[in-house]
């Protein structure tokens, strides 16, 4: 992610009556403000989605809200941990919140012997050395293993998972697949907050980077898909709660949808003309005519994104490459 200067907001902060934003503490110009990590229920057990990138301002922050929302300390305050992906800013602080989640328990319980509680760790299947590293450093008893033995409790798309007090389909989240800004990217779907979490596939400020365009802008279809449905039914969503940034309105789904294409149409443009004499199309040649007006330290995010719509153009046989290698890679409109 890139992005000018992020408008600050409180690193606690109340977004409705289920869900508490928690900024991460690790502010940059590609996190923005930070990570945002959200514990989701009316009262406890919570839902945490996400756990920020493991600094230690983070966790009085986390208690801080754990603190203001827990209505009984004699059952688990969360039960559920929903990892959005495999980023480090988003899963890095796993060890230290169990860690915090067991000191409570055993604090507001002693001598009573009872066993902690431990919250469910999901994420949909990717493997990953940190997350992976992360996992065999953990003591077992501070998390409830999946049926298999494992840690981590693999989720699928159409999931749901009841958020407290439950007993009704609005209080719940539902998990929908959304690659593209990694392969395990997900959303959620909250229909009490008319709402969606949207971790890095949008975020509350400038863009975001992906892994693959193509599978980015399929996925950011199937929101605006999911969130219109048919027969001009109504929104399912208003708000997004983004991985980063502020808490934005729906239509900026069709924002991001709507600058990819007009960036892939520029693409395709500029390729359609002649390029400057002696030269040939290639990433930089591109990034030149096509971010002049831009300040030339930003040439270098700008040249990852060519590449990006150049790999996608020619898997759809819309571009055709002619030879050389990376950035300096010559293209022609395919024939």
Same mark, same amino acid.
């Given at each position: 992610m890139?992005a000018?200067?992020?408008?600050p907001?409180?690193?606690? *902060?109340?977004l409705?009556?289920? =869900? =508490?934003? =928690?900024?991460g503490?690790n502010p ?5 403000? @930070?990570t ?11 839902? $945490?989605?996400?756990? @920020?990138?493991?600094? /230690?301002?983070y #966790?009085p922050?986390?208690?801080e ?6 209505t009984?300390? /004699? ?6 941990i #929903? ?8 899963i ?5 919140v ?9 604090d507001?319980?002693?001598?009573? !012997?009872?066993?902690?509680?431990a919250? &469910?760790?999901? &994420?949909?299947?990717l493997?990953?050395?940190?997350? *992976?590293?992360?996992?065999?450093? %953990?003591s077992?008893?501070?998390y409830t ?10 989720i699928?798309?159409g ?9 009704s ?5 539902? =998990?929908?697949?959304? +690659?593209g800004h990694?392969?395990d ?10 709402? %969606? ?5 949008? %975020? ?9 365009? !193509? $599978?980015?802008?399929?996925s950011l ?6 969130n219109?449905?048919e027969? @001009? ?8 709660y +983004?991985?980063?940034?502020p808490?934005v309105p729906? /239509?900026?789904?069709?924002?991001y ?12 443009e500029?390729?359609?003309g002649?390029?400057?004499? !002696?030269?040939s199309? *290639?990433?930089?040649? $591109?990034v030149?005519?096509?971010y ?6 930003l ?5 990852v994104?060519v590449d990006?719509?150049?790999k996608k153009?020619?898997?759809?046989g819309r571009?055709?490459?002619l030879?050389g ?11």
């Amino acid at each position: 992610m890139s992005a000018p200067a992020a408008t600050p907001f409180s690193s606690v *902060t109340r977004l409705s009556k289920n =869900v =508490v934003r =928690v900024l991460g503490q690790n502010p940059s110009k590609f996190t923005l403000q @930070g990570t945002n990590t959200y514990l989701v229920g009316e009262s406890n057990p919570f839902i $945490l989605v996400d756990t @920020g990138q493991g600094y /230690d301002s983070y #966790i009085p922050l986390l208690e801080e809200a754990l603190n203001s929302s827990n209505t009984n300390r /004699d059952a688990a305050e969360v039960n559920e941990i #929903i990892l959005t992906h495999k980023h480090h800013d988003h899963i890095g602080g796993l060890p230290s919140v169990l860690a915090l989640l067991r000191r409570r328990w055993v604090d507001s319980h002693p001598g009573a !012997g009872l066993p902690f509680p431990a919250p &469910k760790i999901h &994420k949909l299947p990717l493997v990953t050395p940190q997350l *992976t590293s992360m996992i065999g450093c %953990l003591s077992p008893d501070l998390y409830t293993p999946s049926p298999s033995g494992e840690a981590v409790h693999d989720i699928y798309e159409g999931q749901t998972f009841a958020v407290t007090p439950g007993g009704s389909p609005e209080l719940a989240l539902e =998990v929908i697949h959304t +690659p593209g800004h990694t392969d395990d990217s997900l959303c959620l779907h909250f229909p009490a907050d008319r709402a %969606l979490f949207t971790a890095d596939t949008v %975020l509350g400020q400038s863009s975001t980077v992906f892994e693959d365009l !193509g $599978l980015y802008m399929a996925s950011l279809r199937k929101l605006t898909a999911f969130n219109h449905g048919e027969g @001009g039914a109504e929104r399912k969503y208003d708000t997004l709660y +983004p991985g980063h940034g502020p808490t934005v309105p729906h /239509d900026h789904v069709e924002m991001y949808l709507r600058h990819r294409v007009d960036r892939e149409n520029q693409v395709l443009e500029a390729i359609a003309g002649e390029p400057k004499s !002696g030269d040939s199309w *290639t990433t930089w040649t $591109l990034v030149q005519k096509i971010y002049a007006s831009y300040p030339q330290e930003l040439w270098e995010p700008a040249a990852v994104s060519v590449d990006q719509h150049l790999k996608k153009l020619r898997a759809e046989g819309r571009v055709a490459k002619l030879g050389g290698e990376e950035r300096h890679t010559q293209w022609k409109l395919a024939t």
